[in-house]
T-cell receptor
């Protein structure tokens, strides 16, 4: 159990366009979802935390108008990179956690989405 | 500000060697410490440690936490080329299960 999927796995887009990345918890209800960004040879940096039905909490230095997060249901969160630029190229990873049952408060990671902006 | 520091940053060893990876932390609200292995995709879970002095073991990997000195180590014995990866340490600070990740240790095991 506790599987998290991301879609797409890899996306290449032109500078100035917007890209949406989906994160789904497949077999549990995720009360909280986290979005991370990882640049090459660096560790995961938390971008934002989102709870279902409420606004995301962004980490310092992350532009909320550029990285739009929606957590409309207990199994789906989306990250939209608006007006993407080459410096936004990175590996984006989501994780999900739940406050119920034996999975309480553990984070389960999706496989990641590699974004390349030309 | 919560901080997690791993050392070394990078390590190359020969197959069969034993390695010890270090993770130290300074956080305001410690809940647990986790180790992950990351190859090409997202991190895969190895261990979660909450109590000092209790070793967790899985095959050739083991880990222990020292909450007094604020560090943890991850040991890998009889290393294999398949152990080559980035090993990430993260601390759960209990605020909505938020994880703060360390810089990672890149391990390369050569023949």
């Amino acid at each position: 159990g506790a599987v998290v999927s991301q879609h797409p796995s890899w996306v290449i887009c032109k500078s100035g366009t917007s890209v949406k990345i989906e994160c789904r918890s497949l077999d549990f209800q995720a009360t909280t979802m986290f979005w991370y960004r990882q640049f090459p040879k660096q560790s995961l940096m938390l971008m934002a935390t989102s709870n279902e039905g409420s606004k995301a909490t962004y980490e310092q230095g992350v532009e909320k108008d550029k990285f739009l997060i929606n957590h409309a249901s207990l199994t789906l969160s989306t990250l939209t990179v608006t007006s993407a630029h080459p410096e936004d190229s990175s590996f984006y990873i989501c994780s999900a956690s739940t406050t119920s049952g034996y999975l309480y408060n553990e984070q389960f990671f999706g496989p990641g989405t590699r974004l390349t902006v030309l | 500000e919560d901080k997690v520091v791993q050392s070394p940053l990078s390590l190359v060893v020969h197959e069969g060697d034993t390695v010890t990876l270090n993770c130290s932390y300074e956080v305001t609200n410690f809940r647990s410490l986790l180790w992950y292995k990351q190859e090409k995709k997202a991190p895969t879970f190895l261990f979660m440690l909450t109590s000092s002095g209790i070793e967790k073991k899985s095959g050739r990997l083991s880990s222990i936490l020292d909450k007094k000195e604020l560090f943890s180590i991850l040991n890998i014995t009889a290393t294999q080329t398949g152990d080559s990866a980035i090993y990430l340490c993260a601390v759960n600070t209990g605020t909505a299960s938020k994880l703060t990740f360390g810089t990672g240790t890149r391990l390369q095991v050569t023949l």
